[in-house]
């Protein structure tokens, strides 16, 4: 799939910067002026540089961007896994900025779903028990937990695969684990790093439109990178990294 963004294909990319909303209030994510860099021998690599971005509740954003662009470290600081040089960044409100690591990790845990390409499913326990332990990790009785992961694993339409383990289902089925694991506990916020990257097509129009209905169905905001130009024109915007800052982009 063509990682870069050409006029070959297109597509546009507005002028100005994605601003975050006025209603701050009413977004369920919402950077502000982040700056983020790395420090490579006696380089030092700026990857973000004033990138702003804000999601509300029930809206699917797509992260598309070349190779490099940064756009793991804009959903690595989105999720709360790395903190900005300089900026803020709010979910549901709470600013992050001032939190110690454990209060970082106890909001990540409660609002944060994270989808990646390769699903990282437990190998040794099975579908449902995957998505059954980050609940319990969280504090949930087994039985709470076991209900729940039934309702998703359903929902998902894999419940006939509930007792098999990653190693004994499909591509589109261990994605799908992995979607429903990643909601298990309630988030409010999705982040998605090309979730369908490693499906055949009709696979991963299927899975999308899986994440599609639960977004929808439960209020989520998610951010989904994705090189599928397709799949990123079915959502309610697109975003791409230029320069460091986050850039609206017609499709």
Do not use: W
Request: glycine letters at 8%.
């Amino acid at each position: 799939m063509n990682d870069t963004i050409t006029g070959a294909d297109n597509q546009q990319a507005n002028s100005t910067q994605a601003m975050p909303s006025d209603d701050s209030q009413g977004d369920v994510l919402n950077m502000r002026d982040i700056y983020r860099s790395y420090v490579q021998g006696k380089k030092t690599l700026d990857i973000l540089k004033g990138s702003n971005l804000a999601i509300k509740r029930g809206e699917m954003v797509a992260l598309v961007a070349p190779s490099g662009a940064g756009k793991s470290t804009l959903l690595h600081t989105a999720g709360l896994l790395e903190s900005p040089d300089r900026g803020e960044v709010s979910i549901c409100g709470h600013s992050t900025s001032g939190m110690a690591d454990g209060e970082r990790t106890a909001l990540r845990r409660s609002k944060i779903g994270f989808v990646y390409q390769f699903h990282h499913l437990l190998p040794e326990f099975s579908a449902l028990e995957n998505i059954i332990i980050p609940q319990l990790i969280a504090g949930r009785d087994k039985k709470t937990a076991t209900d729940r992961a039934t309702q998703l694993i359903n929902y998902m339409r894999i419940s006939e695969r509930g007792d098999h383990r990653p190693s004994e289902l499909s591509g589109g089925e261990q994605q799908r684990v992995a979607i429903a694991r990643a909601v298990a506990n309630a988030p409010s916020l999705l982040l998605a790093d090309e979730p369908t990257g490693n499906l055949d097509p009709k696979t991963s129009s299927f899975v999308f439109d899986m994440l599609d209905n639960l977004v929808r169905e439960s209020g989520l905001a998610a951010l989904i990178a994705t090189h599928n130009h397709d799949l990123a024109r079915r959502m309610d915007r697109c975003v791409t990294l230029s320069g460091g800052q986050v850039i609206e982009l017609n499709l």
